[in-house]
């Protein structure tokens, strides 16, 4: 099946910090979707990007199809973007393949 | 809110016990998914089924069973339940069909815990 393989695995951050995350997939997608889980458990939608790029308040997110990665911005981090991001892949199979997240932790 | 609701919202049972998750979709939406999370595996796709008939199976396990009924809700049903099935179990949906068609929303999610 496809890897979908995410990086760094975990981010600390300080309030106000820029970072930047990182999703490699190993196939051609249909479809490629961030999520934010959040200290609840709830998978909160951030983009839709199987390719090109979108912006949404302080978060962006870029995907290059044809080198197979994508990347996601945090801009100016708060406490509240804490959580595990992940990036979720499909193939044309409507079945989401996600990576193993990165956990993001943003200190006050 | 996605628009995605599942219920119960946590669940607390014994081995061998039999238990069965539910899930209405957004309205319109015709496509049902249920993934599971756990600390091992990470989140994983079991099953899905479209306007009532499956579609795809990811690695459900054969004590699990699921099905789609005409007003579009789905149900889990989780049976001869081992510790290691603990996990939150997701149920997503999509529209199928138009622009965006393969984008996938997803509840809050059930989180059993068997003891």
Redesign the interface.
């Known amino acids: 099946g496809i890897q979908v393989e995410q990086s760094p695995p975990d981010l600390i951050l300080q309030e106000g910090a820029n970072s930047t995350l990182r999703c490699n997939f190993s196939d051609s997608v249909n479809n490629l979707q961030w999520f934010h889980q959040n200290p609840w458990g709830q998978l909160i939608n951030l983009f839709y990007i199987p390719s090109g790029t979108k912006q949404n308040g302080r978060l962006s997110a870029t995907t290059v199809a044809t080198e197979r990665y994508s990347l996601l911005y945090i801009s100016s981090s708060q406490t509240t973007d804490s959580g595990v991001y992940f990036c979720a892949v499909e193939l044309g199979d409507y079945k989401l393949s996600f990576g193993a997240g990165t956990t993001v932790t943003v200190r006050a | 809110d ?1 628009g995605v609701t599942q219920t119960p919202k946590h669940l607390i049972t014994a081995t061998g016990q039999r238990v069965t998750l539910r899930c209405s979709p957004r309205s319109g939406d015709l ?1 049902v ?1 249920w ?1 599971q999370q756990s600390l091992d595996q ?4 079991l099953i ?1 089924y479209y306007n009532g008939e499956e ?2 199976k ?1 690695n459900i396990l054969e004590r699990f069973s699921a099905q789609q009924f005409p007003d579009l809700h789905s149900e889990l049903n989780l049976s001869s339940l081992e510790l290691g099935d603990s996990a ?1 179990y ?1 149920c ?1 949906s ?1 529209p ?1 069909t138009g622009y ?1 068609s ?5 509840g ?2 059930t ?1 059993l815990t068997v003891l």
Do not use: D, K, T, V
């Open positions: 996605s496509s998914y993934y990470g989140l994983q796709f899905h579609r795809a990811g939150l997701f997503a999509s199928r965006r393969n984008e996938q929303f997803f809050p999610g989180r």
